[in-house]
């Protein structure tokens, strides 16, 4: 049984070797604290710890973050690397809330396009694998659909396995065997699916071991 000071002090520690430019290459860090993490984000030239925001029923939630002080940070040393925050960085504790997540909605790679953005069906290149922050596939292309039967009239089409996605003969997406969504944030806790709507994504498979991570 760890004791809060144990927890406390385990919670600034991150198993692994990073300095600030590793720090802000993701989006969170693990701890050697049980089962918590560290988010962090870049602001321009300041990094933020635990700067996180969701929305309740009762609207947006915002938890103002901690600075780090660049100046004192990346310190080198024999068994790993020092850095200064610029406050006291605490174990969240939050009351579970439902979580609302459009995969289409959340893409401001997709959304910023006003021309396409429920507008009209379009071929995203795989590219470098970098093609959307939220979203990683294995190859080929991934498709947006618009204006079809559905919650909101868009979703994601991609090709599964040996399947592949030609719809409205834009051109061939190639069959995956694995594609991943970055949901938002979720409360560490046990999760219960009360009404849940999955029609966001239309997998073309014809795979008997497909697997969807929701990271």
């Known amino acids: 049984m760890l004791d809060s000071l144990h927890l406390y002090v385990a919670y600034h520690i991150i198993p692994d070797v990073k300095y600030l430019a590793d720090i802000v290459n993701t989006n969170s860090q693990s701890t050697l604290a049980p089962l918590e993490v560290l988010t962090d984000k870049l602001v321009g030239d300041t990094v933020l710890i635990n700067d996180d925001s969701y929305s309740t029923l009762e609207g947006t939630v915002y938890e103002p973050g901690v600075k780090i002080d660049l100046s004192s940070s990346d310190q080198s040393a024999t068994n790993g690397v020092l850095h200064t925050a610029q406050g006291g960085i605490k174990i969240k504790v939050r009351k579970p809330f ?77 069959g995956n065997s694995w594609i991943e969504f970055t949901t938002p944030l979720l409360v560490k806790g046990n999760i219960k699916s009360g009404s849940v709507i999955i029609d966001k994504i239309q997998l073309q498979s014809q795979c008997r071991h497909c697997l969807i991570l929701f990271l």
Not at 130 to 149: D, H, M, P, Q
Not at 153 to 171: A, C, E, F, H, I
């Open 98 to 174: 439902p979580v609302y997540w459009d995969l289409c909605a959340t893409q401001p790679e997709l959304t910023r396009l006003s021309s396409i953005y429920r507008k009209q069906t379009f071929l995203f290149d795989y590219g470098d694998g970098n093609t959307f922050a939220g979203i990683k596939w294995e190859k080929s292309c991934l498709k947006y659909r618009a204006g079809v039967n559905g919650y909101l009239g868009d979703y994601w089409q991609v090709g599964m396995g040996r399947s592949s996605s030609n719809t409205d003969n834009l051109g061939t997406c190639s």
